[in-house]
Nanobody
Framework: QVQVVESGGGLVQAGGSLKLSCAAAGLTFSNYAMAWFRQTPGKDREFVAAISRGGTMTYYADSVKGRFTISRDNAKNTGYLQMNSLKPGDTANYYC?????????????????????WGQGTQVTVSS
């Protein structure tokens, strides 16, 4: 059974940092590219960042570029999203998603439809 579980969300003041984790089980994690998406009520799920299967290629939404860092540890079946310089606009439920496909720069990587397995999300709230 495939299981994807996010953790690490919480309440933080603007300018602070959080590190989210994405733990996967029931699959060979190194065979899956990983992405983070976020969603607020009434809005579509928004692409945040993605990382290739081997971790050599990363992609970021313009809104988080320079502030967030996506990474992975395939030996631990875990991916991460380090979030620095957080802003109130970063407040959202953050989701981890996996796909066996190779990813590249473009709309395919940024689309939620690309990803096969999803976690339940972890809430990030940034106060001003």
């Amino acid at each position: 059974q495939v299981q994807v579980v996010e953790s690490g969300g919480g309440l933080v003041q603007a300018g602070g940092s959080l590190k989210l984790s994405c733990a996967a089980a029931g699959l060979t994690f190194s065979n899956y590219a990983m992405a983070w998406f976020r969603q607020t009520p009434g809005k579509d799920r928004e692409f945040v960042a993605a990382i290739s299967r081997g971790g050599t290629m990363t992609y970021y939404a313009d809104s988080v570029k320079g502030r967030f860092t996506i990474s992975r540890d395939n030996a631990k079946n875990t991916g991460y999203l380090q979030m620095n310089s957080l802003k109130p606009g970063d407040t959202a439920n953050y989701y981890c998603a996996l796909t066996p496909r190779a990813i590249q720069l473009g709309s395919f990587t940024r689309s939620a439809r690309t990803y096969d397995y999803w976690g339940q999300g972890t809430q990030v709230t940034v106060s001003s």
